[in-house]
């Protein structure tokens, strides 16, 4: 499989339009390779993760956290580290960060799932996107086998010709680069497009997810549940403690910025990772830190199975299980 094409996919499962303005998703480091024939998935792009890849022998390794968010000089340290193994293997690098983390119905969402949340909504909105009506003029009538060909790729609403002949396509801006490529490969020239943004439907991305639990929970089993989904034996607890939990919210990584949203969305809990002791003393609503790795290293796990659904069978994508850098001490006294 051609390395362009496997980052086509990526793209399609973490599309780069999702991602915060503060955020690097996207490709990290440009490779040599032409095709790939092993895709690696891991949470963390540290040298030693990346060695563990590339000893593997993998052309292209995609990772969640960047390995930079602005770019810079590399100086010393893990960034210029991981630059000269990945160059010197003449491999790829991509981060599907917060362009992962937004995507509707997508691995980072896993957590309700599995708690089975009911009326799920975000707990903030990064984005809404309108489909685009694209227009242009194609000499020759359409072929049903071109027209079934651009209307069954995931994100076209329609696609219709005019007895003038001019094509008129509805479809999702981030699908719109791909379908444009295959429009152009069928055309005899490049056709001048006519682009105009719609006003609905509305697709809305966003961060963390609140839902209702198919029943309450007393707060002794929901953490018992809670401890078993996400393998942990300890939390960081703050807020006050509900007697039993109803509605639940959460976002993956660092999410205590959207304590607030949580508040107005009527959680009676907030699980996140990287609590913060400002917000934690400010908060009014009980909030949970299972830690950032908990939940993301999971969210990865899933990502990698879904990628290695898409490929075709030359390519073996492989999850590397990364490890938890914070660790818990109990003294005895």
């Not at 440009?30 to 949470?43: N, P, S, T, Y």
């Not at 160059?87 to 119905?105: E, F, I, N, V």
């Not at 309700?112 to 707990?123: D, I, P, Q, T, Y």
């Not at 073996?316 to 001490?329: C, L």
Request: glycine share 8%; with cysteine.
């Amino acid at each position: 499989m051609k390395s362009q094409d496997l980052f086509s996919l990526v793209r399609k499962l973490a599309p780069e339009e999702y991602q915060s303005s503060w955020d690097n998703s996207g490709l990290q480091v440009a490779g040599e390779a032409q095709d790939c024939r092993k895709a690696a998935v891991c949470l963390e792009p540290t040298p030693d993760m990346v060695g563990r890849c590339l000893e593997w022998g993998a052309q292209a390794i995609v990772t969640h956290h960047p390995l930079y968010m602005k770019p810079k000089a590399p100086v010393g340290g893990q960034y210029a580290e991981v630059l000269r193994m990945v160059m010197k293997a003449g491999a790829w690098l991509y981060a599907a960060h917060t362009s992962l983390d937004c995507r509707p119905d997508g691995p980072a969402f896993w957590l309700g799932s599995r708690l089975g949340l009911a009326n799920a909504r975000f707990v903030e909105t990064a984005h809404a996107f309108t489909p685009m009506e694209v227009s242009f003029h194609a000499a020759r009538p359409l072929t049903r086998e071109q027209a079934e060909l651009w209307a069954d790729r995931e994100g076209v609403h329609s696609v219709s010709q005019s007895a003038a002949g001019e094509v008129r396509v509805v479809v999702d801006r981030p699908v719109w680069p791909s379908l444009a490529a295959t429009i152009e490969f069928g055309m005899d020239a490049r056709p001048e497009y006519y682009v105009r943004a719609l006003e609905a439907p509305r697709e809305s991305v966003g961060f963390g997810q609140v839902g209702e639990l198919p029943e309450p929970l007393a707060w002794g089993d929901f953490l018992a549940e809670l401890a078993g989904l996400v393998d942990r034996e300890v939390f960081t607890i703050c807020g006050r403690a509900p007697e039993a939990v109803s509605t639940v919210a959460y976002c993956g990584g660092s999410g205590s910025s959207l304590i607030d949203a949580a508040t107005r969305a009527g959680a009676d809990v907030f699980i996140t990772g990287d609590m913060k002791y400002h917000p934690a003393v400010e908060s009014e609503l009980c909030v949970v830190d299972v830690g950032h790795f908990a939940l993301e290293e999971e969210m990865m796990r899933l990502f990698a199975a879904e990628l290695g659904e898409r490929v075709d069978e030359s390519v073996e994508v492989r999850f590397f299980e990364g490890t938890e850098p914070m660790a818990f001490h109990i003294c005895a006294r």
